[in-house]
Structures are given as C-alpha cells and as structure tokens.
C-alpha cells in the first residue's frame, strides 16, 4: 500500500478527533453555565455572624459564720448586713438574703398562698416555700454539725444553681 492514503487517512481521523473534542468542549461548557446558574438561584443568603456571650464567670459565697458557701455569678454583689446576716444582689434587688441568727432568721409569710416543693440541699431534705407569683423562695435548714438553723430566701431562678452548689462547711 502507498503511504499517500495512509497518512491522508491518519490526518482524517486527527482532524475529525479534534473537531469532535472541541464540539464536546462546548457541551461542557454549557453544562457548566447552566449548573452555576442553578447554583445561584438555589443557594442561601450568607447567614450572620453568631451572636457571641460573654460566658458566665461564678464566685464563692462562703458565710463562715452560718457555715455554708454557695455559688453565684460575678455579677451579683455580696452585702453584708451583719455577722449573722447577708444578701447577694442583683444590681438593686436581692437575689439571696440569708440568716442564721436565731432573733432574725427568714419566715415564710403565710399571707401570701405559698406552694411548697420539696428538694436537697448538700444532702439535706429541705421543704421550699415559693411564694404566690413563684418569684421567691424560702428555705430552712438546720446545719448537720453545729445544730443552728440557716435560713436563705433566694429569687427562683437561681434554685437550680444554689441547690447543686450549697455546701455546709464547718
């Protein structure tokens, strides 16, 4: 056979292989248009930043004179009224008030329709006076050691913190 067909033949097929990748190129290309066009129309808007808390920094109450500490947030200021008396605030409000001398302990009212539950605290059985609008509550115990009795009125939204975190020290 001569070699004039041949390479004829062979520079055919070349040229039909390349004219057939450059059709398939462009197929490509369009589905590649059309896949970033449905991209664009489906995709969310940029969510925002998350909205970062400082976290919650705690402090130890410890009334050396009752014989107790407890936990609470920094935020909260200690006032001591006397030796035997305390209060945390809450900006202006009391969040804890606690006594142990036996002339001013805290008394539940019974003029306001209080509920009782009952809970633990460090190990101890305690009954929970809450009042009315269930924004208080009001507990006493009496110390395992030293046989004097504790008495803590605190906002009911603390109860979980100071029940998990009320210790009696000695």
Do not use: W
Not at 20 to 25: D, K, N, R
Request: glycine residues 4%; aromatic residues 10%; charged residues 15%.
């Amino acid at each position: 056979m001569k070699k004039g067909p041949i390479i004829f033949l062979t520079s055919l097929v070349i040229l039909l292989s390349f004219i057939l990748g450059i059709q398939y190129g462009k197929r490509v290309e369009v589905t590649d248009q059309a896949v970033q066009e449905l991209i664009q129309m489906v995709s969310l808007p940029p969510t925002e930043a998350p909205i970062t808390r400082d976290p919650l920094i705690f402090e130890y109450l410890l009334s050396s004179t009752c014989g107790f500490s407890v936990v609470y947030p920094s935020s909260y200021t200690v006032h001591k009224i006397s030796t035997y008396e305390g209060e945390l605030l809450n900006g202006s409000q009391a969040a804890l008030s606690f006594s142990c001398n036996p002339k001013t302990l805290i008394t539940k009212d019974k003029k306001t329709g209080e509920s009782t539950s009952s809970a633990s605290f460090d190990g101890m059985p305690a009954v929970i006076y809450s009042t009315s609008d269930n924004e208080t509550a009001t507990i006493s115990l009496t110390h395992p050691t030293r046989n004097s009795i504790v008495s803590l009125s605190f906002s009911q939204a603390l109860k979980p913190l100071f029940e998990s975190s009320f210790v009696f020290v000695k």
